[in-house]
């Protein structure tokens, strides 16, 4: 998979993609991920490349013409299975949205700032638009960081164990379930009794129950939720 982020602050986003288990992805050439920096397709030599907004409000508005020029090249130099743009006023990121997105080969993600971007950006180049959660964040970088941490780990091969990526929260619209590890008793807190009964049938069913309980309790919307994806 290659990912083109565009963004107005590159260094603030490149770090996630320096560590761990993304780094190796990258380093196993599973993912390439491209920085694009938005000032280098200012309109002057001074990188212009907000103005105020139309109708007068606070806040300055990403322009059209340097995300333009910017998607433009790299659209001269491949076809995107998707060109997403991260901003609040979205559907809220979910576990089916990164399922989908990791299968996809070239994707662009389109990171805000200020004020967001002219709304004709939206309406000409982007194909999917993503929220991480109803708050507001100072820009997309980090939103975008963790768009692509969700996929990339799902990509087949980047983690270890294949199977983990599946009993992971939210795979089935439920919580995980409780884990432990040694030791089996500790401050007299004791790890349950089926986990080393060696009995795995016995123990799915358990990890199952857990998980309805715990999801009951915590996110009650996920049981009734038929996901809507996009
Ligand atoms: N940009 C600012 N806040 C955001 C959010 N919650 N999700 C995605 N992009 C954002």
Not at 42 to 60: E, S, V
Not at 67 to 72: L, Q, Y
Not at 153 to 164: A, Q, Y
Not at 216 to 228: A, Q
Request: aromatic share 8%.
């Amino acid at each position: 998979m290659r990912i083109d982020i565009i963004t107005v602050s590159p260094e603030l986003i490149k770090s996630p993609f320096e560590h761990s288990i993304i780094k190796r992805s990258i380093d196993k050439k599973l993912v390439e991920v491209h920085f694009h920096d938005l000032r280098e397709f200012a309109l002057n030599k001074y990188g212009k490349i907000d103005d105020y907004q139309f109708g007068g409000g606070a806040g300055m508005v990403l322009m059209i013409e340097p995300i333009d020029k910017c998607m433009s090249k790299l659209f001269s130099q491949r076809k995107y299975d998707e060109v997403i743009y991260m901003t609040p006023d979205a559907k809220t990121l979910n576990q089916q949205t990164a399922n989908k997105l990791s299968s996809a080969k070239n994707i662009i993600i389109l990171t805000g700032h200020y004020k967001g971007v002219d709304q004709r950006v939206r309406d000409k180049f982007i194909t999917k638009e993503v929220s991480i959660g109803d708050y507001v964040l100072s820009g997309g970088e980090l939103a975008a960081a963790v768009l692509c941490d969700a996929i990339i780990r799902l990509i087949p091969g980047v983690l270890g164990d294949e199977t983990s990526a599946l009993t992971d929260s939210f795979q089935d619209n439920l919580l995980a379930p409780p884990v432990y590890t040694r030791p089996a008793k500790y401050d007299n807190m004791k790890v349950p009794d089926i986990l080393l009964s060696g009995n795995f049938p016995k123990i799915d069913q358990w990890r199952h129950d857990e998980a309805v309980k715990r999801t009951k309790s915590i996110r009650p919307d996920l049981l009734s939720n038929d996901e809507d994806e996009d």
